[in-house]
């Protein structure tokens, strides 16, 4: 089992920034390629952005690119990821996400674990 626990949300303005951070525990970490899902009331579940185990590649959706960045630290089994220019429809509660899938999957259904949530709460 690994174990995934988000930390980093809150409430912002429209402009504002948000660093999410994922902490990994209980399998090695840096074997599985990792993700950022959001849930907003009433919608499904997206891909926000994913990584490969190395951190080399990474892919981002295209409501997020250029203002979204995901990274992660190996040595600190730690995922990120950076959220600029935020907008009231990116609120929605986030959640990292471990698969086994290479390089990386955008499908939900391909990642075994995930963290309980955290909630970006962003106001116009």
């Known amino acids: 089992q690994m174990q995934l626990v988000e930390s980093g949300g809150g409430l912002v303005q429209a402009g504002g920034s948000l660093r999410l951070s994922c902490a990994a525990s209980?399998?090695?970490?840096?074997?599985?390629?990792m993700g950022w899902f959001r849930q907003a009331p009433g919608k499904e579940r997206e891909f926000v952005a994913a990584i490969d185990w190395s951190g080399g590649t990474t892919y981002h959706a295209d409501s997020v690119k250029g203002r979204f960045t995901i990274s992660r630290d190996n040595a600190k089994n730690t995922l990120n990821l950076q959220m600029n220019s935020l907008k009231p429809e990116d609120t929605a509660v986030y959640y990292c996400?471990?698969?086994?899938?290479?390089?990386?999957?955008?499908?939900?259904?391909?990642?075994?674990?995930w963290g309980q949530g955290t909630q970006v709460t962003v106001s116009s």
């Open positions: 209980g399998r090695t970490f840096s074997t599985y390629a």
């Open positions: 996400a471990a698969s086994n899938y290479a390089p990386y999957s955008v499908d939900s259904r391909e990642y075994a674990y």
